[in-house]
């Protein structure tokens, strides 16, 4: 989504980063650049105009130009005030009201109000352990009041039934009463929308708020709205008066302009942020998370927390087994890529690693792409189980048969095997010292420079997967406070730096060594 504002506003940034004085002409000249980044990615003019006052303000200060790196202040500046457009902390939605708690979904026709009632529904289920009731108060729209009762029996949540011909505020009255009587936690109400702002459609949503009294108002708004994001926000809070904002298709092309305006300008937090089709993927807005992608630091919190989700645990306990042993067949290799697919794929997990935002472009250059893991799963899939056991026996009439059967030839073959030999190493030298070998002396000079020396787990290190999000951002603040950067790796034997052994990629920026993924530019 801010992928046109991260790749403008970080060669402005890194332009001043490398210069060693700043002058206030040079300042004033990046925040003009800042500006029509701004511009171009659809933020509003007003909130563009305040954004870089307050950012002048500050960076003009004798304190700023006079410090020791300049550059990296304005950097820091810039980082705040973006936080601070955003909101400063996360908001999530506010269940503490008496039961049934009353959620309103506001917004246009088109925005995906009933597809995200699904989503908060099936989250509020899943997640928080609540009993939810879902009722769809559009009466306008063909099949609407349908299409929420069949992602009811989707997501496995209670929806109304339908009675014809009642009035959407007699719904949002049966809806509650149907909750009380139901032992329901929660019931969301899908109220209609309109292709526009008008008159009916503000007296109606007013009508149906005195009468359900909604704890929360949450405003849908499609993210690729643009400019005209700002209007639709303040029409809706001055006549109804939300308490938050969903924003959907973050998963877009579009300028991002909508999330930066519309929190601005109402005040309201962004509470929720639609990022796929699927009815699982809605996340949680962190201000903090999002202004650190936008200027290309990464995402390191939120990629643990994808890996704590999408990683089973009782394969990685097994595969910790078998690493122990040295033992790494292709069925592993398979399970690895699938895992690294259901994180977002190759672009997904490098949007998140700092400084790695700019290396997709390259990676998809070089053919380094979620097609690739597909490809190779698909080779993988083609082996006879003692094939995928005992990859030694893949001789070349064996090859030619996997290669027809996958859709792929030879030598794609040979790249796969070459990245599973070189992952297999790494695995022996891994398992070669004792429990845990390299990784455990690595985890474990981790912890000691981020001074987490008393802490168990692996070596001092503690267990990300059982830390919550707050726990894992002060670990993060502590590993730069202890002035950790991105890829260095203390604790390692013979001076291995951020690389391992058996890796046979190149050094990226900011990462140490990847591991010996085919198709990667060789160096020079």
Do not use: C, W, Y
């Amino acid at each position: 989504m801010f992928e046109n504002l991260q790749d403008r506003l970080g060669s402005i940034l890194s332009g001043l980063t490398g210069r060693g004085a700043l002058s206030e002409a040079d300042v004033s000249a990046a925040l003009r650049e800042v500006r029509r980044a701004l511009l171009e990615a659809d933020v509003a003019l007003e909130v563009v105009r305040a954004f870089t006052d307050r950012v002048r303000e500050k960076a003009v200060g004798a304190e700023v130009l006079k410090s020791i790196k300049p550059g990296q202040m304005v950097v820091k500046i810039v980082h705040d005030e973006l936080i601070e457009m955003l909101g400063a902390e996360g908001v999530s939605i506010d269940l503490h009201a008496p039961a049934p708690v009353v959620i309103m979904m506001v917004g246009l026709q088109g925005s995906g109000k009933t597809t995200t009632t699904g989503k908060i529904a099936k989250r509020l289920t899943e997640r928080d352990r609540k009993k939810v009731l879902m009722a769809s108060l559009d009466t306008r729209r063909p099949a609407a009041q349908e299409q929420l009762r069949q992602l009811g029996q989707q997501t496995g949540v209670d929806t109304l039934p339908i009675i014809a011909g009642q009035s959407p505020t007699d719904i949002a009255s049966r809806a509650v009463q149907a909750a009380k009587l139901g032992g329901h936690d929660v019931v969301i109400l899908d109220t209609a929308g309109r292709t526009h702002i008008d008159e009916p459609l503000m007296a109606e949503m007013a009508e149906i708020k005195a009468r359900a009294k909604p704890h929360e108002i949450l405003l849908v708004a499609d993210s690729l709205t643009g400019q005209d994001a700002v209007n639709l926000a303040r029409n809706f809070d001055e006549r109804v008066g939300i308490t938050g904002l969903v924003l959907t298709r973050m998963d877009g092309d579009g300028r991002g302009g909508a999330a930066l305006s519309m929190r601005a300008v109402t005040g309201k937090p962004i509470k929720l942020i639609g990022v796929g089709e699927k009815m699982s993927e809605l996340e949680e807005f962190h201000p903090r998370r999002i202004a650190d992608r936008i200027l290309g630091m990464g995402d390191i919190v939120s990629l643990v927390e994808k890996a704590a989700e999408n990683i089973d645990a009782d394969k990685a306990r097994a595969m910790a087994e078998k690493m122990a042993k040295g033992k790494f067949d292709l069925n592993d290799l398979a399970d690895q890529l699938r895992q690294m697919q259901s994180m977002g794929g190759m672009g997904g997990i490098m949007g998140l690693m700092p400084g790695m935002g700019g290396m997709k472009d390259k990676l998809a250059a070089a053919g380094l792409n979620d097609k690739m893991f597909a490809r190779q799963i698909a080779i993988i899939q083609s082996m006879t189980k003692a094939e995928r056991a005992n990859p030694d026996l893949l001789k070349h009439s064996r090859k030619k048969r996997i290669a027809a059967g996958s859709g792929t030839d030879a030598a794609e073959i040979n790249k796969l095997l070459k990245m599973h030999r070189q992952m297999a190493d790494m695995m022996k030298a891994m398992g070669a010292k004792g429990k845990g070998g390299i990784m455990k002396q690595m985890m474990g000079g981790l912890a000691g420079k981020m001074g987490l020396g008393g802490m168990g787990g692996m070596g001092g290190m503690p267990d990300l997967s059982k830390m919550d999000p707050k726990q894992l951002e002060a670990l993060a603040k502590q590993a730069e406070a202890a002035g950790m950067k991105p890829g260095s790796m203390p604790g390692l034997p013979g001076g291995m730096g951020g690389s391992l052994p058996g890796l046979g990629a190149p050094k990226l920026p900011g990462l140490g060594g990847l591991p010996g993924l085919p198709g990667m530019p060789k160096k020079k």
